[in-house]
Each structure stands twice: as C-alpha cells, then as structure tokens.
C-alpha cells in the first residue's frame, strides 16, 4: 500500500511520516552497502533510435570499466517505491519522485512541486529444509515495513530531501523441536534510516546529490542447548542487542542527449556494533538455573 501527495506541503511534524529494511550490509551484522547502480532510461519515439544505441554503447561501456564483484545481501529490503518495483527496480536513472531519495538523490531535481511519499510494504515468505529422513519449515510470518520520503526543491537548480526507510529487515522462526534447533529456532533483524540530501544540478543537463545516513538497529536471536547429553529438557539461548552506525550515499543523473538518461548511486557502507544481553533459560526442573546477564 502506498500514498503519494503532490503540491505544496505545509511542513508539520505530523505530515509525511514513512518507514523503512543490514552487520555488514549483507545480513544480520547490519553493515550497509548498496553497490554502484548504473541504469538506462530512454523516452521518445522509435524513430529516436540513434540515441537509443548510442546511449546503449556508452552504458555498456561503463558497466565494463566499473564491473566489480557483487555481493549477496539477503536481508535486505528493496521495495521503496512501487514505480520502481514496477520497473524490477530499474529505477536510477529515471528517480522521477520522492523515493529518489532511496534509488538516486540527483533524481530530485525533476520534480516541478514538493512531494510527500509514503509506502507501507508486506512480506511473507517459506522457507523449508529436508534430508536424512528429516524435513522442517518455518513458521508463517508476515514482516512489516513502512517508508517515507519528503521532497522539496527549493530553487530552480536545489532540491531537498529527507527520508525514513528500512534498508534490512525480515527473520526466521523454526519449530522448537526441529533437527537445526541447536543452530537457529528464531532470528529477527530491524533498521530504521534517517536519510536527509541534497541535490543541485550544476549543469543544465547534470545533477549531483550527496546525503547523510543515521542508522539505528536491534536484532534478536535464539537456539536451543542440549543439557547433559539430553538427560535433561534442551534450554535456550536468546540473544538480543542493539546499535547504530552512520555512512552516507551519492548520486548522479547525467542526459547527454534529450531523452537519454544515464544515473549512478552510491551507499555507504555502516557498520554497528551491537550491544545487548544473552539469557539462558532451563526447563523444569532446572528452571532456578536460568540466568541473564
């Protein structure tokens, strides 16, 4: 579900409230980094299409010069917008709304108005495991996240913005009694973002943005532990912790031709140091034994 608002905004504490989804930037540790993205808008007719092959050669060329290894990130959230959700995400170089804010800052620049967009997203997801006369799968969850983004430019060449989002997110939960039960039976990762930016565009045909990233996490974790060698009902370990770390993103939107649009964005790595407590719980009749700290 998303709601977006065109035309001026009256700025209220109450007005444009929005969410947000990792470690390192790729799983629990919450360290972020979403990689350089390159994209390809055209717009025109077909008969534009000198300028769709030339701007495809110079993509392409690109691409070659600054390929480099990726990364997997599996807790992280990229639903931000439905325009680019629409698009598989392909949504760097066109960044033609609020949640340019996300994909591509330089993106602001277009916008005519101020603009208030705000999107609330729902995941649902299986997973299961089997082998060795074994099968298991996680319980049903559905796991929640809220963003929000406020735009305004403020000059014909300056563009403002601010946004709430969840980069990571997302968890397990297994039966308590399943063969992995001694590795994992729950995990739970939050973030929240604040992302304010700023994007002027230097030339008629170049923008440039560069924005501040304010990280905030909490993680919750638990597995079970077998009590002398299963005399005794397995205990269990929970883990919970939280912190917050700091980095920074760029971006820039480039039409060399009119129609062509060439975007690259940039996000910093963050990195945060969890701190929280370990409890240890026994079942009866070791129960008194539990113990936190």
């Keep these: ?47 534009d299409y000198f300028c769709g092959v030339s701007a495809l050669i110079l993509t392409t060329a690109i691409i070659l010069g600054c390929a480099s290894a990726a990364q997997g990130a599996g807790f992280a959230l990229i639903q931000q917008g439905t325009a680019a959700m629409g698009q598989g995400n392909a949504f760097v170089a066109d960044a033609s709304d609020a949640s340019a804010i996300f994909y591509n800052p330089a993106g602001l620049n277009q916008l005519q108005r101020a603009q208030v967009y705000q999107g609330l997203f729902l995941n649902h997801f299986d997973r299961n495991v089997s082998g060795d006369g074994f099968s298991s799968e996680t319980n049903h969850r559905i796991y929640r996240s809220v963003s929000a983004y406020v735009a305004i430019p403020v000059h014909s060449r300056v563009a403002l913005g601010i946004g709430f989002f969840t980069p990571f997110g ?61 005399l005794f009902p397995d205990a269990e370990v929970r883990l919970t912790g939280d912190g917050q770390g700091y980095g920074y993103n760029l971006g820039a939107l480039y039409e060399p031709i009119s129609g062509v649009k060439l975007g690259v964005s940039y996000r910093s790595e963050v990195f945060v140091k969890h701190e929280g407590d370990a409890a240890l719980s026994f079942q009866a009749p070791l129960t008194p034994l539990s113990t936190s700290h």
């Design 1 to 47: 579900m998303q709601v977006r608002v065109e035309g001026p905004v009256p700025l209220r504490g109450d007005q444009g409230k929005r969410r947000g989804g990792s470690g390192k930037r790729n799983g629990p540790g919450s360290r972020s980094i979403i990689g350089s993205l390159i994209n390809l808008s055209i717009r025109g007719q077909t008969r």
């Design 170 to 230: 997302l968890g397990t939960v297994w039966p308590p009694t399943w063969a992995g039960r001694y590795i994992t039976t729950f995990s739970d990762l939050k973030t929240y973002n604040l992302n304010p930016v700023i994007s002027v565009k230097v030339l008629d045909n170049l923008s440039l943005a560069a924005g501040f990233n304010a990280m905030w996490s909490k993680v919750e974790l638990k597995r079970k532990v077998q009590v002398l060698g299963g």
